[in-house]
């Protein structure tokens, strides 16, 4: 099957909008929706699997910029965005991204899977058995620890391709003491800069590659990075008009099932 068949076009702007929708909800970028959609269609698309999931990881960090700026205006609108919290958030989150896609770059894709799926399902079960309730202690806004989980999210963004709100959200809600609406605001607001980052760092790593075809800049494959954006910012929009309709709880635990049923998906698929 080629990369631009109709049919994977389709299967595009039907998951784009899924993965915009729970961006906009949930602030995690959208990743955990895209990653798994592009690995699958690149290799029906039979592309090289020495690159495949780094192309997968670099082409949603790239559709998850524009989604990121429209859900972070939607948050801003609500007061769940703090620019100073953000401010060294992104400091950090600037230098892990940039780290960490070095390191992907250094792995192998097949390693890479199964990365991802246990990263998914141990960061739900550490947010369910650890952030159930909302914060009842005063916000804790150190300098070093919102830098350390910019590091840390920034770092998982370049890494995993997922926009590291899958990571930022539960430190933030754990660590942080921050009740889940202002932790999914800043961390939509750290993962414009994240993802920046990291597919910058994945458009110099993966430049002037032989191996990767027509339509690719580094490893970001820019026809499904132009297919997917619209859908993506239609879902966004209706994510975060959701976001405000739903109690800490049930966040939560939508958060915390959505990344348990992608990473059990991945683990499989890599086996």
Known sequence: MELLSLQLLVIFAVLGTCAGCAAGLLGVGGGVILVPLFMWSFQL???DPQILVHCAFATSLAIIIPTAISNTLGHR???????????YLALGAVCGACVGAWCASLLSGSFLKIAFG??????????????????????????????LTGFIGGAFS?????????????IMVILL?????????????????SSFVGTCAYIYTGWGLRSIADGFLGYVFLPAVAMV????LVGSRIGVHLAGR??????????????????????WVAF
């Open 177 to 193: 003491r921050f009740p889940i609406h202002l932790a999914v605001g800043n961390s939509t607001a750290l993962i414009v800069v």
């Open 45 to 47: 698309a039979a592309l």
């Open 246 to 267: 739903f109690s800490h709880v049930r966040m939560i635990k939508i958060f915390a099932a959505l990344l348990v049923c992608v990473g059990v998906r991945v683990i």
């Open 77 to 87: 609108k609500r007061g769940y965005v703090r620019g100073m919290q953000v401010l």
């Open 118 to 147: 246990v990263m998914q399902i141990g960061v739900a079960f550490k947010l369910l058995s650890g952030a159930l309730k909302p914060a009842t202690e005063g916000l804790r806004e150190q300098t070093s620890l919102l830098l």
């Open 158 to 170: 370049s890494f995993f391709g997922v926009g590291g709100g899958v990571v930022a959200v539960p």
């Open 229 to 232: 954006i619209p859908f993506s």
